[in-house]
């Protein structure tokens, strides 16, 4: 296998050290912590299911002999694909414990996506449920995915796992288990949003991981009395970290997993658990928003409402602010790969309703550039690019992403346009690439041309990012028909066929007999889709 690393440069190494952001911290190391000090206290709350922080670190202690037992070896790589149930964390902290490294996938993610994880990772095991929230067997994936990746010698299901290993059944000798590993080596894959293609991986270390989250625990209030409310799928890295319930889990809170994000469901569980917490992506901010003045139930426990994975405008962001009085609305923006910004709890209203925060660290470094790498005036958007102590310095199995991505000195180009107010905050101008942010998912519009060039009805396609009030972003793919002109409903009806995510079909279908060519008969994809979109907005505009 391909070694797992993430190395910052000596003298950045010693300096965030020295800096007590690296505290030699692990996962299972700071679990068992929090077990030591209060082992009766609730950690986890999911519908009837309540788990103390003993009974959770049991269960993870369980699960981790029984992953040895299976014959997985401590550095193995395991897709995990869990929702918002407890065992998600039972079998991560398991795997940790273990000394193994999770690999987070979603519960959207299908076959294409979770087939390219364990080969990219080279994984040993896949975790998943019977079925997910909106009823899907993910058994039947597993068959697949098993069918193609003779190398993937354990499948571990969650609930009834028919030819599969139960998750409920394994066991093994806890004498066996492994010390804690090292702080500095690879705790998890994360995936990426994708610019080009599928997702890369992410790797995360123990100690720079770890920072973002206590460090976002003290800007976000959040302490041993705080109740969080995992809303969004508990694999996110945004509902994971920002401060998210490895946040709450390290300050010793509760954890309470909804398993929908919709009001109906989080509403009542607010009231209910008394959560003082929650993180939501901008289209269900609006929707709690709209439905919280005339809810019934006892919202007041809320006090902190983070919103990310997508911009929130000043419109959307005040609509936000009124409708929940008693709460106060922080702005996160920040990505997988390190770099995150929050606006503050003691700022004033203009800059919570009208930025995207600033950086946790005073060690984060932000260039703000123009497409020829020079600095730009202040408050002028430009190329935003990251370096500091929780911002990776390469993906793994990947030499051509990290030869795009990151510069010689080790900054991170995020591919994000910002501009930056003189009190150091940013503001979110749009992406630099052809990249759709639809609801805080990040696509890539190349992946979906790929997948629609298979159709045989499909001479070409474009797929581009439109504005959209809702999702923030929609897409909407152009096509030119190859033979007889194919219905929109049947390309996507084609596309939710071929094993992706849902949020990657398209969400708009355009039928076109040409696409524009320069006088050479050349045109660049980014500059075609940057036309198509433009062409389209105007229409739109005009109507």
């Not at 992953?67 to 790589?77: Q, V, W």
């Not at 901010?285 to 005339?294: I, R, V």
């Not at 596309?495 to 060519?517: C, H, N, W, Y």
């Amino acid at each position: 296998m391909l070694p797992l690393k993430q190395v910052w440069p000596e003298e950045f190494a010693a300096r965030y050290r020295a800096a007590g952001y690296w505290r030699g911290e692990t996962f299972p190391g700071f679990l068992r912590a929090r077990v030591e000090e209060r082992p009766e206290a609730e950690a986890i709350i999911a519908g009837d299911v309540r788990w103390t922080y003993g009974e959770l670190w049991s269960r993870a202690e369980t699960a981790a002999a029984g992953f040895l037992a299976l014959g997985l070896r401590p550095g193995d790589r395991v897709v995990v694909q869990l929702g918002n149930i407890p065992e998600f964390f039972s079998v991560v902290f398991g795997l940790f414990r273990a000394q193994m490294v999770p690999v987070y996938a979603l519960p959207g993610h299908r076959l294409t996506e979770i087939a390219h994880f364990v080969h990219k990772a080279e994984a040993a095991a896949y975790v998943c449920a019977d079925r997910g929230a909106d009823g899907f067997d993910y058994r039947g994936l597993a068959r697949d995915l098993r069918a193609g990746a003779p190398d993937l010698r354990q499948v571990i299901v969650v609930g009834e796992a028919e030819e599969f290993t139960p998750l409920a059944g394994l066991d093994g000798d806890r004498s066996a288990l492994p010390g804690d590993p090292d702080p500095s080596s690879v705790a998890f894959l994360q995936i990426s949003g994708g610019t080009t293609g599928l997702s890369k991986l992410i790797p995360r270390t123990h100690d720079d991981y770890i920072y973002s989250f206590r460090a976002s625990n003290e800007i976000c209030g959040v302490t041993a009395d705080s109740v969080h409310l995992i809303a969004l799928p508990a694999a996110h890295n945004f509902p994971m970290s920002s401060p998210g319930h490895m946040g709450s889990l390290h300050a010793g809170g509760r954890v309470v997993l909804a398993p929908s994000p919709s009001p109906d469901i989080c509403f009542p569980i607010i009231a209910r658990e008394k959560v003082t917490i929650s993180g939501l992506v901008p289209p269900l901010a609006l929707l709690w928003a709209q439905s919280a003045p005339a809810s019934k139930h006892d919202l007041s426990s809320l006090k902190v409402l983070l919103v990310g994975g997508a911009k929130l405008t000043p419109e959307a962001a005040r609509r936000v602010q009124d409708a929940l009085p008693a709460c106060r609305l922080q702005q996160v923006f920040g990505m997988a790969e390190g770099l995150v910004n929050y606006t503050r709890l003691d700022d004033p209203d203009s800059t919570v309703l009208e930025t995207q925060g600033r950086p946790i660290s005073p060690d984060d470094e932000v260039l703000i550039l123009d497409d020829q790498g020079n600095p730009v005036p202040e408050g002028q958007p430009g190329n935003l690019l990251a370096r500091g102590p929780y911002t990776i310095r390469a993906y793994h199995n990947d030499d051509t992403a990290n030869a795009r991505s990151f510069t010689l000195d080790g900054f991170y180009r995020t591919g994000d346009i910002v501009c930056r107010t003189p009190g150091g905050y940013l503001v979110v101008q749009g992406r630099a690439g052809d990249h759709i942010n639809r609801a805080g998912e990040k696509i890539s519009a190349e992946e979906i041309e790929d997948h629609l060039l298979a159709h045989p009805n499909v001479f070409d396609a474009a797929v581009v990012s439109v504005p959209d009030e809702y999702l923030g972003e929609r897409s909407c793919a152009f096509i030119i028909p190859r033979g007889e002109k194919p219905r929109a409903a049947a390309i996507k009806a084609w596309m939710r066929g071929r094993a992706i995510a849902e949020f990657k079909v398209p969400d708009q279908v355009v039928l076109v007999d040409s696409f524009e060519t320069t006088a050479a008969g050349k045109i660049s994809r980014k500059e075609l889709r940057a036309r198509l979109r433009a062409k389209l907005l105007a229409e739109e505009a005009a109507q």
